[in-house]
């Protein structure tokens, strides 16, 4: 009697009871109905979603340890703008230990000295700041009556009463931020002292630490990320002293231009477009509009245009000059990929993310670079290494650990005669 076989309603055959192994007919795999596309598709997916997982995890962590990260993240991009004057000192012949008390005494010198500089023509402009504001609200307030709005002067006082009452409503949230001032105040000084703490131990054993962090990593991984730490420092150290001369030359400029006008508070204008600097793009635009906004409260729409054709040629300079040639050789990040990480940054973690935003996608971008080149993989055993050229900057790799001398044609302790990858003094 002929053999019959059966079929399921998805097309897969099944050997029929009582026929023999070799009469079966082999059946097909699930995996061979899902198109190719899909199941990499699938592949991807999973392996992304872990990947974003682990990412908020970290992001997570971080927010929440942000009175600790803050100040460490402080330390670490002040520590990367001291080390290289740090270096030059000791290079002159100055003890090392000396020479750190010098920048770090020097650093804090300049800081106060522009915090005293702005206070002190805050507080000597103040009455005629008064006196100013007094007469702009004066003069805002008669353009109201006679505008097309036809707006009366018990609508104005209206307007005004409401805010005020909008105020006074609000005086409960008001209060109780008035009483955590003081944790306020004591997280900030707890975080100064805590940046400070960690700018002092990066700059004493920064090496040490480095290599402390590195040996914690597996052994098939420490050459490198070794190698990518060292690129990731030497971008960071590169975007700090760039920075700081863009800042420099934006906040002299603007601070030139308010000065030579007429402009109150020219100082502390200077400082603040200084310190927004430091938030590429969109630090200098806001810093910028404060400029213009005070030129017009105090000094009319004539000096606020004046002013403004001077922030519009320092942000020309800045573009077209000053980022190209210099923080484009120093930060490999597309300006695109800038405006996304500071807005993300902002999100995240407000002042401190738009802060750290730019800093920390170069050092990744940089490391990554680093990485997958696989230069890593020519550094030769025994010696500090040949630079490699990344992008259009050129990379000194260190060693991981350092070994003893062993004879030529030795094995290394755990290899089958292989020398590839051994580090020797």
């Given at each position: ?189 707890t975080g100064v002292f805590l940046a400070i703490f960690c700018l002092i131990f990066v700059l004493i054993d920064g090496k040490g630490i480095w290599g402390w962090i590195v040996r914690l990593m597996p052994k098939k991984a420490q050459t490198a990320i070794d190698g990518a730490g060292k690129a990731g420092w030497f971008t960071l150290t590169n975007y700090t002293r760039t920075q700081i001369l863009v800042a420099s030359i934006d906040a002299v400029g603007i601070g030139a231009g308010a000065f030579l006008f007429g402009v109150p508070l020219a100082i502390p204008i200077a400082i603040l477009v200084f310190l927004g600097s430091f938030v590429p793009i969109v630090g200098a635009v806001v810093t910028g509009t404060v400029a213009v906004f005070v030129a017009l409260v105090y000094n009319g729409w004539v000096i606020a245009l004046c002013m403004l054709g001077v ?115």
């Amino acid at each position: 009697m002929a053999k019959s076989t059966e079929h399921n309603w998805w097309g897969r055959v099944f050997r029929p009871t009582g026929t023999a192994e070799s009469d079966h007919v082999p059946t097909t795999d699930i995996h061979d109905d899902v198109p190719r596309g899909i199941r990499i598709a699938g592949a991807w997916s999973w392996r992304l979603l872990v990947i974003a997982a682990a990412i908020a995890v970290l992001v997570l962590l971080i927010v929440q340890l942000r009175l600790i990260v803050i100040p460490l993240l402080i330390g670490v991009l002040v520590s990367a703008l001291l080390v290289p004057f740090i270096d030059f000192l000791t290079r002159h012949r100055w003890p090392r230990g000396l020479a750190i008390a010098t920048a770090i005494l020097g650093t804090l010198a300049v800081v106060g000295g522009l915090l005293w500089l702005a206070i002190w023509q805050i507080t000597s402009d103040f009455e005629v700041v008064r006196e100013r504001s007094v007469a702009s609200f004066e003069e805002l307030k008669a353009y109201l009556l006679a505008s097309p709005l036809h707006l009366t002067e018990a609508q104005i006082n209206d307007f005004i009463a409401d805010a005020v009452s909008a105020i006074q409503n609000d005086g409960q949230a008001l209060l109780s931020g008035a009483l955590s001032l003081g944790s306020t105040l004591g997280h900030v000084a707890t975080g100064v002292f805590l940046a400070i703490f960690c700018l002092i131990f990066v700059l004493i054993d920064g090496k040490g630490i480095w290599g402390w962090i590195v040996r914690l990593m597996p052994k098939k991984a420490q050459t490198a990320i070794d190698g990518a730490g060292k690129a990731g420092w030497f971008t960071l150290t590169n975007y700090t002293r760039t920075q700081i001369l863009v800042a420099s030359i934006d906040a002299v400029g603007i601070g030139a231009g308010a000065f030579l006008f007429g402009v109150p508070l020219a100082i502390p204008i200077a400082i603040l477009v200084f310190l927004g600097s430091f938030v590429p793009i969109v630090g200098a635009v806001v810093t910028g509009t404060v400029a213009v906004f005070v030129a017009l409260v105090y000094n009319g729409w004539v000096i606020a245009l004046c002013m403004l054709g001077v922030v519009l040629l320092v942000q020309q300079l800045e573009g077209h000059v000053l980022q190209p040639l210099l923080m484009g050789a120093a930060v490999k990040v597309h300006p695109l990929a800038v405006v996304l990480v500071v807005a993300g940054g902002t999100l995240l973690a407000g002042i401190p993310g738009a802060l750290f935003a730019v800093p920390v996608a170069a050092v990744i971008n940089v490391m990554s670079k680093y990485i997958s080149s696989g230069a890593w993989r020519a550094r030769p055993p025994g010696t500090v290494g040949t630079p490699q050229l990344i992008g259009n900057v050129i990379w000194q790799t260190v060693p991981v650990e350092r070994h003893a001398r062993r004879p030529t044609g030795t094995k290394h302790p755990g290899t089958s005669g292989s020398t590839q990858g051994q580090t020797h003094d």
